[in-house]
């Protein structure tokens, strides 16, 4: 019966991959909330003990993080999964967007915190261009270490280490996300892909930016029970044995983990410099038809999708020793 679900999980990750609107965020609510269960089920009483007590004081709480809860779940356990999703959920309204968010929302919205402002270096790199102008908010290293810092300080203001526990939570899931670890700078694209965004990959459903695609890699059923099914899943999966991955044990630096993922971004999203794409922009334009666009490479989403459950499981894991680390009594 597992292995046959396994099977379906699988097969609806890969499908959901299209016919979902571009984003630009690291996984979408199922990686994250699956980065989030595989903590929660990894802590200790104590730790989910003291994550719960930290998330009450989050000015947003019932508004947005167990608002909708399903009949059935656990408050805590569902309030620290959607946690892990706020961050995203506070970006300012777009164009077609369902619900205006007023400042009281968007306030808490820092659009640079989700990527790592670094070059990933491909064979094909071009030297990056730079202005000399300093950047005026954090990247996506610092962002994660500023809010470890104001988490675990045990005297500062409630609120703030209510919201900086969301941001642990997502930012560690956005740092093992192979396209947040930076841009590629090659001849086409002089000032950077935007983490693939601006690449057009042909499927068999339709053409997506390379982003995209990641992006989606473990499905789009958020269900509560599915996140539950899907953790235990990685979790039993002998190929997702953070322990037998190369680096895990030595890796515990937030840049460590933004090199991890660069490297694996040389290696198996761009194919070493190898992967055809076209511009997303001229696609969009309609500049370029569809025929275009260059195919992904046969067995390309099966590799990506094994690789994305090896990182969020990498991501759980350690998402489980910050928060024990930043909560534990001294």
Same mark, same amino acid.
């Given at each position: 019966m597992v292995l046959y679900m396994r099977k379906i999980l699988i097969s609806l990750a890969l499908l959901s991959i299209f016919g979902l609107p571009q984003a630009t965020f690291a996984w979408n609510d199922v990686g994250h909330m699956t980065v989030a269960e595989i903590a929660w089920q990894i802590m200790t009483p104590e730790t989910r003990t003291q994550v719960s007590a930290v998330l009450k004081q989050h000015p947003l709480y019932k508004q947005m993080l167990i608002e909708g809860m399903p009949a059935g779940a656990n408050e805590d356990e569902y309030a620290f999964l959607k946690a892990a999703t706020w961050p995203d959920l506070v970006r300012p309204s777009r164009p077609g967007d369902r619900q205006f968010k007023d400042a009281s929302i968007t306030r808490y919205h820092h659009?640079?915190?989700?990527?790592?402002?670094?070059?990933?270096?491909?064979?094909?790199?071009?030297?990056?261009?730079?202005?000399?102008?300093?950047?005026?908010d954090?990247?996506?290293? +610092?962002?994660?270490?500023?809010?470890?810092?104001?988490? /675990? &300080?045990?005297?500062?203001?409630? /609120?703030?280490?209510?919201?900086?526990?969301?941001?642990?939570?997502?930012?560690?899931?956005?740092?093992?996300?192979?396209?947040?670890?930076?841009?590629?700078?090659?001849?086409?694209?002089?000032?950077?892909?935007?983490?693939?965004?601006?690449?057009?990959?042909?499927?068999?459903?339709?053409?997506?930016?390379?982003?995209?695609?990641?992006d989606e890699l473990l499905g789009t059923n958020n269900d509560y029970r599915v996140i539950d099914f899907l953790a235990r899943d990685i979790l039993l999966d002998p190929r997702c044995d953070v322990t037998k991955q190369p680096g895990f044990a030595e890796h515990k630096t937030v840049d460590a983990w933004a090199a991890e993922s660069r490297e694996q971004a040389v290696a198996f999203v761009y194919a070493k410099g190898r992967?055809?794409?076209?511009?997303?922009?001229?696609?969009?334009?309609?500049?370029?038809? /569809?025929?275009?666009?260059?195919?992904?490479?046969?067995?390309?989403?099966? &590799?990506?999708? +094994?690789?994305?459950?090896?990182?969020?499981? +990498?991501?759980?894991?350690?998402?489980?020793?910050?928060?024990?680390?930043?909560?534990?009594?001294?």
């Open positions: 659009g640079s915190w989700h990527y790592a402002d670094d070059a990933i270096p491909l064979p094909t790199s071009t030297t990056r261009p730079s202005d000399g102008t300093p950047a005026k954090l990247f996506l290293p +610092e962002a994660l270490e500023k809010n470890r810092t104001t988490l /675990a &300080t045990a005297d500062a203001d409630a /609120a703030d280490r209510a919201v900086a526990l969301c941001w642990v939570e997502h930012l560690v899931g956005d740092i093992h996300q192979p396209l947040h670890s930076g841009a590629a700078f090659t001849e086409k694209y002089p000032n950077g892909d935007q983490g693939g965004n601006a690449l057009a990959v042909n499927t068999p459903s339709g053409v997506f930016n390379l982003h995209s695609v990641w992967l055809a794409t076209g511009s997303m922009k001229d696609f969009q334009a309609k500049k370029l038809d /569809a025929v275009d666009v260059p195919m992904l490479p046969p067995m390309y989403l099966q &590799t990506a999708h +094994e690789l994305a459950r090896v990182r969020v499981a +990498e991501a759980g894991a350690r998402l489980a020793e910050v928060l024990r680390a930043s909560l534990e009594k001294k």
